[in-house]
């Protein structure tokens, strides 16, 4: 008797796998850094510092930016172009906002005195950890890019499908990473 | 017809045609970006083999030292120029040799050498796929772990020389560019090189380890895996657990180097100033550091296991003793390498509990490597054991294995490690239990699987020689240091002649120097037979060592997509060896019973696995074989209805 077709079937289409083995292992590295940050926490000498409000409303952008790409893969379920058009701009757009509020974010924690280098370890920390997130988010803008270039030619179809799915996922992620790292990084600060 | 997260199974069975169809190859697409597993896994072979050879020349001069501090070698002045003024080492090129020596032999040679070559050779080939999932990810894979060996060795050639602080890069000598010349910029470059590293093994460990759960072959459930893939497997795993955190390690070192931050500095003073940076932890550092380097010696023991699981059950033609203890070995050895890491903390004062708890998880590890032996020694008794070059490499493995590993109980044990750390028994433990013992499983497995890679024979007898002279050699370099250990003599002092406690072991050291040496010569052999084979060896049969496992199914000259029609599928498991009753003495995976009743002669020089493989008309196989990369589909516009899927 032969085998049956399902016994090898993945449940998960690979290029999907990789892109959540992917993101398992930035987990890791982050994982890793915060942990690094409650190690130190503990110690002596460890200052808290107020994180600006810019930071905040950066981080209802970026949430806003999941609900719109959202909106656009809806779009694209309905088979509707310009939804996935405009859906896209809008995400692309506040992600763009979301790395320009980080700049002015930092900008005024430098106007306040907090520098990277120096012993205050919260600041040098939160530096970090924006400044890499910011890093990964540009590489999803260049993704969301990609598909937004995409959508103006109308070349987001069924066939694209999978792209599509692993672009949003990963635009997600890097929300739910940040909303991660600022909560972190807030409480931290409270007390 | 049957449908797949949307795409029809024929679209896919497109996708897998055009996977394995030949393009028009020019040498760049072909050497060079190449996508194709085995020629990436030459490359992985290479680039580790090269570099592992410039890795134990470096320790061929800093030996020279450690035997005749006081002896002035012209020759040295030649090639290293202003570091051997007058022909003796300069000590701060000392503390940089012995540094790359320690990072290109665990990283680039048994990390990125050994994983990536087998890895990438065994995963596609014995679980009968096309290749790996993402075979473009896989180029990419080899491309940073490379422009990592590039960077690596180019600090060599910086004014202030490479990195010095020791392979673990502790702060602060490695965070402070005014410590040491070696912390100046061939530091920058040291942690450049290893996040380029990391990148590419984590690449590679993302897809060996889809490759594995999504690629199998028809039949191939995973207990008919070999363990070669269940170890490359595990390892994947680790590696995507262990890496990241020490790359977030890095990441702030490197921070601490050249931005400014105080991560891991506080209180210090060079030449009587103190410096500004307060309030940080060295040992945040080790911990990071640590959380990876332990399981990075599984990440280097398993894939070595994993080859000598294979080597050894084919070459004494027995079933592997014990297959599924083999498995929850690897299982286990992997679980527990994540909570013993602190065992190298011991003397940075912790507390005792927490000392003991480490103590307690270190010996834990004992279990799962003794089931191993005991499983290799019983594969081994009454088997039809074949000393050929392959297997007397996998027994110099095992061998290593236990003569390396028994020393481990002494340094897992706080109060024992407390007087033996840092000493030269540490240095002897870890040399033969990690270093030579996985060197041997990689050289076992390039001589086993030599055929398969470059479709012809590497030289017996010269094998025979590498192996005597490097078994013996190593033994005589690495035993004696478990002895200077117990005298107390420290690693990575640049001489020995300053105290009598230390200078009393010179004779010895000079010994060690003779022996490491000709073992270091005894590898020009090796060096002579690999190349010399590779263009005018014996050409190989297809399955020249009557092997069981799917590789030695497919072609001896390779197809990019390894086999020329259906993927086989798999009846048994992979270690069907003097089964009774059978013809021969092994039957290899796709052989079916009906086969076998049909009269096919599997075992003749002559025979074709394609005429069984492909009269089969039912090859499920194929459908899972779609890679990450389909051609893409014309596009529709949104507007434009999609063809419906048929039921």
Redesign the interface.
Known sequence: M????V????R????E??LW??L???A??????T??YL??RF????QTFPIPGVFWLNTTLLILSSYTLFWARRG?KV???WQ?QVGLMATFGLGVFFLVGQVIGWRLLVHNGFF????H?AV?YFY?FSG?HALHLVAGLIVLGYWLFRAF??????????GFRLASTFWHALGVLWVYLIVFLQVNQLF | M?T????SVETLEHISESHHTHHRESFWTKYIFSQDHKTIAKQFLLTGFISGFIGILLSGIFRLQLAFPDKSFPFLETILGKWAPEGRLDPNFYMALVTMHGTILVFWLLTGGLSGTFANLLIPLQLGARDM??PF?NMLSFHFFFWGTVVLMASFFVGTGPAGAGWTVYPPLSALPQAMPGSGLGMVLWIIALVLFVVGV?MG???Y???V?????????PFRMPLAVWALFTVAVLG??????????F??LL?DHS?????YLSDIYIAGQAL??????AL?YL??FW?LGHPEVYIVLLPALGITSELISTHARKPIFGYKVMVISILGIAFVSFIVWAHHMFVTGMNPLLGSIFTATTLLVAIPSAMKIFNYIFTLWKGNIHLNTPMLFAIGTVSFFISGGLTGFFLGVAPVDIPLHNTYFVVGHFHLVMGVSAVFAMFGGTYHWFPRLWGRMMNERLGYLHFWLTFVGANLVFFPMYYMGFGGVPRRYYAFTEFSFTSKWQDLNVFITVAALITIAAQLIFIYNFFHSMFWGKPAPRNPWKATTLEWSAPVKHLHGNWPGNLP?VYRWPYDYSKPGAPVDFIPQYISDEDIARGVRWWEEDFDPSTVIDRRE?T??E??A???EPK???????????PAPEA
């Open positions: 032969g085998y049956q077709r016994e090898t079937a993945p998960l289409h690979s290029a796998l990789l083995l992917y398992a292992a930035t890791m590295l982050f994982a890793g850094f942990s690094a190690v130190q110690s002596e000498n460890w694209y088979n509707n172009p996935i990277l280098a120096g012993n370890k040098s970090v890499l030619r109308y070349q987001v179809a069924k066939q694209t499908e999978l | 049957a797949y997260h949307g795409t999932a993402s990810i984590l460990g993302l897809n380890i889809t490759t759960l999504n690629l199998r072959t028809k039949g191939m459930s995507l657990l262990s890496f990241p955190p020490a790359v977030a390690a990441i702030l921070f931005l400014g931050t105080s991560f500004p940076q307060q309030g940080g932890n945040l911990h990071l959380f599928t039912d499920g196989g459908a899972v779609a890679s990450v893409p589909a014309p596009a529709l516009s949104p507007n434009q209805k999609p």
